[in-house]
């Protein structure tokens, strides 16, 4: 007889334990029933529990397929994303640093001419008044720039090109700037669109200092790491949200 129990609770109408037959009294010697086809028998070559439960049991049941294999690998930011010892194998081409740049300057432009054309009533975003270059230091220039309303300009401007940055690449991954150059930001470890905080978080530092820090150098340092960063190409914004920017053509 076999070891095998069925799972506990209310077995299945279907549960060849749970039907099995009584066996009749064996009939008499000599009929031949016995030894052809007696329901003792039948049952014990055919149906009976130590026979042929193994592959008829309802509770044997087939073991389901592996699950398919990720596409990417969770983890291979920095080691090989998309799934591939090569760290660029899978992906689309990286974008070509002079198109980065253009499609960041239609960007700026798109943004900066309607905010100094509505800032032109309240005095301009931008300070045109005579300095005839009375020898004053670098930090008297900074602080002429930055005070008063040209400080609220640029509070203002901030908040705009960072929203302006933050729905477009969690819409999409483009710009207007970018969709123009067929360009595209991408998640570096599966090639998905930013989700909204790596959105936030790519824009905040792209244009925070860009706007109230140093403006001149810290377009200068993403310029060249477009140029120079290997493998990716990626700028500071792009190491802090993780993110590549690829072309689309």
Known sequence: MSNDQPTPGQPPEDDPFLKKPQ??????????????????????????????????????????????????????????????????AGMPPLAEPGKRILARLIDFLIISIPLYLISLPFGGAVDVSDNN???????????????????????????????????FTHKDGRTIGKRLLKLRVAMLNDGRVPDTSASFLRAVVLWLPALLCCPCLWWLINIVLMFTDKPYRQGLQDKAAKTVVVSTA
């Open 133 to 167: 270059g009375n020898g004053e230091s670098a930090g008297d220039v900074f602080t002429q720039t930055y005070s008063g309303h040209q400080l609220l300009w640029s509070l203002i401007a901030l908040v705009v090109y960072v929203a302006y940055d933050t729905y």
């Open 23 to 88: 066996e009749p009294p064996t009939p008499p010697s000599g009929s031949g029933a016995g030894s052809e086809s007696g329901p003792g028998a039948g049952a014990g070559s055919e149906s009976g529990p130590g026979s042929g439960q193994g592959s008829g049991s309802p509770y044997d049941r087939a073991q389901p397929p592996p699950p398919p294999p990720p596409p990417y690998d969770p983890h291979a930011y920095g080691g090989g994303p998309y799934g591939g010892t090569d760290p660029l």
